[in-house]
């Protein structure tokens, strides 16, 4: 079974336009959660991470996190052609250095 | 921003023969690892390594693989012998501790034929 799931798998939105991407883990140890972006031929490069319950915003991208129902979330303001990607969540254990568990990932077009 | 370099981008070998994947990690970072991205699956754990040694493993890391970073050269990961189920792509990172970002290099496409 995933730790990390992601939703959805794919997902369309206009140039302009909000998009949002869901993670939920099973694992009630994982307490550090980052967002990942992969363009296609590249290797993942971080986002953003959030580590305590609520939203952390950097410019526009809004994460939040929900310790209670293990759910994080990724929402992206006035998305661009160039946000079109793959989006990973990646989470870790409090007590694991460096390990990350990565969900499948969201397939984001943007469209012009 | 720093960049992880990964050589060679793509290889394909024989199944049975042994493979050496190359990593330049970010030249500060002290913590290095190595996941693993079969086609259409998600990203897997394999190693991490700091100061010398593995410090975790998961269970994918096979008795035929092993890391290391001679005198702070390149970290590789070693493959011997290779079986058809180790194609995949191979990412290496880097972090400067144990809990910071970690930086992630384009990826090494290992085909096993």
């Known amino acids: 079974q995933q730790k990390v799931q992601q939703s959805p798998e794919s997902l369309s939105v206009p140039e302009g336009g909000m998009a949002s991407l869901n993670c939920t883990s099973s694992?009630?140890?994982?307490?550090y959660f980052w967002w990942y972006r992969q363009h296609s031929g590249e290797g993942p490069k971080a986002l953003m991470?959030?580590?305590?319950?609520g939203d952390k915003k950097e410019g526009r991208f809004t994460a939040h996190l929900n310790k209670a129902s293990l759910h994080v979330s990724l929402h992206i303001r006035d998305s661009q052609p160039s946000d079109s990607a793959l989006y990973f969540c990646?989470?870790?254990?409090?007590?694991?250095?460096?390990?990350?568990?990565f969900g499948a990932g969201t397939q984001l077009i943007v469209i012009p | 921003g720093p960049k992880v370099l990964q050589i060679p981008s793509h290889q394909i070998i024989d199944m049975g023969q042994m493979v050496t994947l190359n990593c330049d990690p970010v030249s500060n970072h002290l913590y290095f690892y190595w996941y693993k991205q079969i086609l259409g699956q998600q990203m897997e754990f394999l190693v991490n390594f700091y100061n010398g040694k593995v410090m975790e493993k998961s269970k994918l890391f096979k008795d035929q693989f092993s890391v290391e970073r001679p005198d702070g050269s390149y970290f590789t990961l070693k493959i011997q012998p290779t079986a058809l189920e180790d194609s995949a792509v191979y990412f290496c990172?880097?972090?400067?501790?144990?809990?910071?970002?970690?930086?992630f290099g384009p990826g090494t496409r290992l085909t096993v034929l």
């Open positions: 990646a989470a870790r254990r409090g007590s694991a250095l460096g390990r990350l568990h």
């Open positions: 990172a880097s972090s400067p501790g144990g809990a910071d970002e970690q930086y």
């Open positions: 991470s959030i580590f305590s319950d």
């Open positions: 694992d009630r140890n994982f307490q």
